[in-house]
């Protein structure tokens, strides 16, 4: 037996972020697991660009990045998780890991993408701590 899913409903029930964005990296996909992670509300992110996640260091990088893909209609993160930093509407970085898929047109033109998001920053936070930890312990003279 086959189940209809509400799309929408399965979007915002989701504990990660789902964003999507157009071709030119306007955002017109912004779940609730998203103003969670990133501070911003759907009316907030809507209409704006990737770059109000992105740190100001990484943007000239993921516009490069983006434009290619948009060109090309190939990226390099479709099924490897990328992680890296992410900034919050209040400023304080987050550590994010993601996958991101290309959208594409009945014209098979590159359109946008999609990315589903978590929140890694707690578990980034203590696994350093875990390195640093297993370091001290292992070159005692580095101790403070």
């Not at 992670?37 to 770059?51: M, P, R, V």
């Not at 898929?101 to 696994?127: C, H, P, S, Y």
């Amino acid at each position: 037996m086959k189940t209809a899913i509400d799309l929408s409903e399965l979007i915002d029930c989701v504990g990660d972020a789902v964003i999507v964005a157009d071709a030119h990296e306007k955002i017109v996909l912004w779940n609730a697991a998203a103003t969670r992670i990133f501070g911003y509300s759907e009316e907030e992110a809507l209409g704006n660009t990737l770059d109000l996640i992105v740190p100001e260091r990484q943007r000239q990088r993921h516009t490069e990045g983006y434009s290619k893909s948009m060109e090309t209609g190939t990226t390099r993160y479709g099924t490897t998780l990328l992680k890296i930093p992410a900034k919050h509407k209040d400023g304080h970085t987050l550590s994010i890991a993601f996958t991101v898929g290309m959208l594409f047109d009945e014209k098979n033109q590159a359109k946008g993408v999609a990315a589903v998001i978590r929140d890694e920053t707690e578990r980034f936070a203590e696994e350093r701590a875990l390195k640093k930890r297993l370091s001290e312990l292992e070159n005692p003279s580095i101790r403070g």
